[in-house]
């Protein structure tokens, strides 16, 4: 049987959910005008140091199947070589 059910033939009123709460940054603001707070402003720092240096790894290795490896292949030549 179901815990409503039961719940109910007893006489007990339905089992209170809990409440769904987000967790409130306190961390101050930027500015008291922009409706960013510092942990954000950290966070977005993070995640964008995060993206150069994936982007920094991709050019690198770009590069190096474009100089190294495609030739190598004989996939195509390299007009200064």
Same mark, same amino acid.
């Given at each position: 049987?179901?815990?409503?059910?039961?719940?109910a033939e007893?006489?007990?009123?339905?089992?209170?959910?809990?409440?769904?709460?987000?967790?409130?940054?306190?961390?101050?603001?930027?500015?008291p005008w922009?409706?960013?707070?510092?942990?954000?402003?950290?966070?977005? #720092?993070?995640?964008?140091?995060? @993206?150069?240096?994936? !982007?920094?790894? $991709? *050019?690198?290795?770009?590069? #190096?199947?474009?100089?190294?490896? @495609?030739?190598?292949? !004989?996939?195509? $030549? *390299?007009?200064?070589?």
């Open positions: 049987m179901g815990e409503a059910k039961r719940r007893q006489g007990l009123p339905p089992r209170p959910k809990p409440a769904k709460t987000k967790p409130v940054d306190t961390s101050p603001r930027l500015a922009l409706p960013l707070t510092q942990r954000q402003g950290e966070q977005f #720092v993070q995640i964008t140091t995060r @993206g150069a240096w994936i !982007g920094i790894a $991709a *050019l690198v290795l770009f590069w #190096v199947i474009v100089r190294f490896i @495609g030739p190598a292949a !004989g996939w195509w $030549a *390299l007009a200064d070589g």
